[in-house]
């Protein structure tokens, strides 16, 4: 008897619900069921509760990285491999594990399956999807595999065969952009090794800047043949990651809590890592609650712009930054139409972004004003957690675990909102609809 698609996938499609809904009830089906075998007594030594197993299903699903318990003491093995998976299944898409199994399984791929995956992988066209799943997989799995292997050089010596496990958790936890890690203290503990402040921000860098982008510099491996979208996402990264390591250098430099301790050297790593992590990866090399205010909206920028579109990061994504800018350039210059490296923009880009970018600020300023009222402590620590939030980073200032129970439902509502809320609405901006009523036109003035 032949193999039909997913019942599931078939009763959503019959009533008729858009591709974003579904895959959000998709998220939120793998949310309660990681939060399930978190509770589960395997998976933790007895201090977590329902609360902080949602809390960390939640942050893992959204491949975000708040923590209310140091997760390498308060999870068993078997609690970290459930994270390590929901991470994976979190960074790369659901959709694309269902359809991948799908395909291994015989089972067709059928329409209702197609639209949902091309929400999860931010795609306009149906078209080559299942290959650009099988293409997202091979990628990532490689990246992993190389990424555990170097860092075991590192860990294995320190900690033993248990350093085995502890490279591949954090490898997985980087690729995808997650920030989870095995030890209180991140990865403070290497502030200055060569090998893990090359690899780990490596591996979430490639993971930032979006499979389309990867694959694209794979097949035509020369710049004037990348896509224009390939091209602004590589020229925007370098900026944010140049801009944001000489900055936060040039802010900590003397700071006794962060960089002022360090040799030049460990200096110099610890800038270049605490200047990269914020494009969501979440990992830290030094005290992140003891960095000036400068810096720490430096960090709460760079958290809001994010890595790129099919990424496992969050944020309004580079692209959207590039599309702002190159606006405002046109504008200045009295142009229609806005230009990039021999290719025009239209206005209906410039709208896109707009609205997504006004959408996201409302969220995080919503987001900020509803944890304060029943939080009196430091403002810039709270609109800190509810930024790393949203831009699904996980950088924390140790405030994630002083919050009350609406504080903590907040900070998980911004992270699934982080994660799932910009493919909602890249649905709903790419919906056309004709407008019946036409009307005369009028004038504002501005500014």
């Known amino acids: 008897m032949a193999f039909r698609p997913s019942k599931l996938v078939k009763r959503f499609a019959a009533l008729r619900m858009p591709p974003p809904a579904v895959l959000v009830i998709f998220y939120l089906i793998f949310i309660i069921l990681g939060a399930f075998l978190l509770w589960l007594p395997i998976s933790h030594h007895g201090d977590i509760g329902l609360d902080a197993a949602l809390f960390t299903s939640t942050s893992a699903v959204t491949v975000t990285g708040l923590v209310l318990a140091d997760t390498g ?7 970290q491999g459930v994270i ?3 991470i994976q299944l979190g960074g790369l898409g659901l959709m694309t594990f ?3 199994l799908l395909g291994a399984l015989g089972i067709p791929v ?4 197609r639209l949902i995956l091309r929400e999860d992988l931010n795609q306009t066209s149906l078209s080559n999807l299942t290959y650009l799943a099988r293409i997202i997989l091979t990628i990532a799995l490689v990246c992993e595999a190389i990424g555990a292997a170097l860092l075991a050089l590192v860990f294995v010596p320190e900690l033993g065969w248990r350093g085995v496990w502890q490279a591949i958790f954090h490898s997985i936890s980087a690729f995808n952009n997650a920030g989870f890690a095995l030890h209180a203290d991140s990865l403070s503990q290497w502030v200055g090794n060569p090998l893990v402040n090359i690899v780990i921000p490596a591996l979430f860098i490639l993971g930032g800047l979006g499979f389309i982008v990867v694959g694209d510099i794979y097949q035509k491996r020369q710049w004037r043949k990348l896509t224009l979208h390939s091209k602004l996402m590589l020229l925007g ?3 944010l990651i140049i801009w944001g390591s000489v900055m936060f250098g040039l802010l900590e430099w003397t700071n006794p809590s962060t960089l002022g301790s360090l040799t030049t050297g460990d200096k110099l790593w610890a800038s270049w890592f605490q200047g990269v992590t914020p494009r969501t990866a979440g990992f830290n090399t030094i005290d992140t609650g003891g960095m000036h205010d400068s810096a720490t909206l430096l960090t709460m920028t760079l958290m809001l712009v994010g890595g790129g579109s099919t990424s496992t990061a969050g944020g309004i994504k580079v692209t959207t930054l590039c599309v702002l800018l190159l606006a405002t350039v046109a504008f200045f210059r009295r142009q229609k ?6 290719r025009s923009l239209g206005v209906d880009e410039v709208m896109k972004v707009l609205a997504l970018t006004t959408i996201s600020m409302l969220l995080v300023l919503t987001g900020i004003f509803v944890t304060s009222i029943n939080h009196d402590g430091e403002f810039i620590d709270l609109a800190f957690e509810v930024t790393s939030a949203f831009g699904t980073v996980g950088l924390s200032r140790g405030t994630t675990g002083e919050l009350d129970g609406i504080g903590r439902s907040i900070i998980i509502a911004m992270m699934f909102i982080g994660r799932v809320g910009p493919l909602a609405i890249g649905f709903f901006l790419a919906t056309r609809s004709a407008p019946r009523v036409k009307y005369p036109s009028g004038q504002i003035y501005l500014g």
């Open 73 to 79: 003491a308060a999870f068993t093995g078997f609690g």
């Open 84 to 86: 390590a998976a929901l």
């Open 98 to 100: 269902a359809v991948l």
């Open 110 to 113: 059928g329409m209702p399956q």
């Open 237 to 239: 990264t370098g900026i």
């Open 337 to 342: 139409t806005l230009h990039a490296f021999g």
